[in-house]
């Protein structure tokens, strides 16, 4: 199994509380990523990196912010918590394979529960 | 934008039964993968399929890339309780490094 650990696996927050959610990855991988999963919407991207420092948006990033000073850590930040932020969110890594080919290794997830 | 859909959203069938599940788009990948997920763990890889009608087979599970890679097919053979679980197609986009999921096969076998 890939060296993937997210922390916390649950969390409970109130509305507007600021929450962090931390992926540590000991394989070295150059991209990282965070998804959430919804029932009926599957696995949406909510922001990637591909190097330390260098990160961009995906399909769900309003109200997230993520930062990764290290090769090892994705961090991604709930500013002000929303109802509609309840949900699962996973960490993913992927490197470099043959062309056509990034398959991504995901982390045991986070449950967050805002209420 | 992109999408991928699976097809059916839920399955439940009995031990030893065939199974297929179908996942679509009207773009084309470069890969597609398909994952599994356990209650309560993340996605689990199972293959990747690269080339235009590919065929992969993985124990009892056949995976087949589409001719113009814009769909993909997860056919289970003589389906058993441990194959239960939520089954996700993932396609590659051109250009690499992002990738969008469908919305998952449920897929429930009863002893």
């Known amino acids: 199994d890939a060296g993937i650990t997210q922390s916390p696996r649950h969390k409970v927050t109130e509305t507007g509380t600021p929450v962090t959610l931390r992926c540590h990855q000991t394989?070295?991988?150059?991209?990282m990523y965070w998804y959430r999963q919804d029932p009926g919407h599957g696995l949406r991207l909510i922001h990637y990196?591909?190097?330390?420092?260098?990160?961009d948006k995906g399909e769900v990033s309003d109200g997230y912010s993520v930062s990764r000073s290290k090769t090892e850590d994705f961090l991604l930040t709930l500013e002000s918590a929303t109802s509609s932020q309840t949900s699962v969110y996973f960490c993913?890594?992927?490197?470099?394979?043959?062309?056509?080919?990034?398959?991504?290794?995901f982390g045991p997830g986070t449950r967050l529960t805002v209420t | 934008t992109q999408l991928l859909e699976q097809s059916p959203q839920f399955l439940s069938i009995q031990e030893g039964e065939n199974l297929t599940v179908y996942c679509n788009s009207s773009?084309?990948?470069?890969?597609l993968q398909w994952y599994r997920q356990e209650p309560g763990e993340g996605p689990v890889l199972l293959v990747t399929?690269?080339?235009?009608?590919e065929v992969k087979k993985l124990k009892r599970l056949t995976f087949q890339f589409g001719d113009a890679r814009k769909d993909s097919s997860l056919h289970i053979t003589a389906a058993q309780p441990g194959d239960t679980g939520l089954y996700l197609c993932?396609?590659?986009?051109?250009?690499?490094?992002?990738?969008?999921f469908g919305a998952g096969t449920r897929l429930f076998v009863k002893a």
């Open positions: 399929v690269v080339t235009g009608g």
């Open positions: 990196s591909y190097g330390v420092k260098d990160t």
């Open positions: 993932a396609g590659e986009r051109p250009g690499g490094f992002k990738t969008i």
């Open positions: 394989e070295n991988h150059r991209y």
């Open positions: 773009s084309v990948f470069s890969s």
């Open positions: 993913a890594i992927s490197e470099s394979q043959a062309v056509g080919s990034y398959e991504q290794y």
